[in-house]
C-alpha cells in the first residue's frame, strides 16, 4: 500500500511564511505612520483654524455692535471698518478666559500684540503662560486702522 504524505513543514513553507510576516509588518508600519501622520494634519487644520477665527475679531463689529463687557454676546473689535480703541481695551475687564471663551478657543492659549508703524509694541493681550515653552505656535498679522493709523496687528495661538 502506497500512501502520499504532504509535509508541510518544509524550508518553502518557511521561506513563505517569513515573506508573509515582512509584508504583513511592512503594511502595519505604514499604516501607523499614516495615520500618525494623518492626526497631526488634523491638529495643525484645528490649530489654523482657531488662530484665523481669532484674528477675525479684530475685524468684526462683534454683537451687539457696540457691546461693554456686561453684554457682550459675539466678541468683535472694529466698528465702521477700524479697531475700536473702547473694545479693545475692554479685553482686559472680559478677562482671559472670558475672551478665549466667546472666541471659542478651546485648549489654544491666545496673545493680541499691535504694533504702530515704526514697529513698537502698543497693545498685547495674553495670559501669563509662557510663550517661549509653546510647543506649536501659529501667527496670523494684518494690517488694521487705530486712531487713524495703520497698525501691524498680530495674533498668536499656541498649544
Known amino acids: 500500500m502506497l500512501t502520499n504524505k504532504a509535509q508541510a513543514l518544509t524550508y518553502d513553507f518557511f521561506i513563505a511564511l517569513a515573506i508573509f510576516i515582512a509584508v504583513v509588518s511592512l503594511v502595519m508600519v505604514q499604516w501607523y505612520f499614516s495615520s500618525v501622520q494623518m492626526q497631526e494634519s488634523m491638529e495643525k487644520n484645528s490649530a489654523l483654524k482657531a488662530t484665523l477665527l ?36 475692554m479685553l482686559y475687564q472680559l478677562g482671559y478666559s472670558r475672551v478665549t471663551l466667546l472666541l471659542n478657543l478651546g485648549h489654544y492659549n491666545l496673545r493680541y500684540e499691535i504694533y504702530n508703524k515704526t514697529n513698537n509694541l502698543i497693545f498685547s493681550f495674553h495670559n501669563s503662560s509662557d510663550l517661549n515653552k509653546a510647543k506649536n505656535v501659529y501667527k496670523i498679522e494684518r494690517v488694521g486702522i487705530l486712531d487713524g493709523q495703520p497698525v501691524k496687528v498680530r495674533t498668536l495661538v499656541w498649544d
Open 54 to 89: 481669532a484674528s477675525q475679531a479684530w475685524f468684526r463689529e462683534g454683537y451687539p455692535k457696540y457691546w461693554d463687557s456686561d453684554n457682550v454676546v459675539e466678541l468683535g473689535l472694529a466698528n465702521e471698518g477700524k479697531i475700536n480703541r473702547t473694545k479693545m481695551e
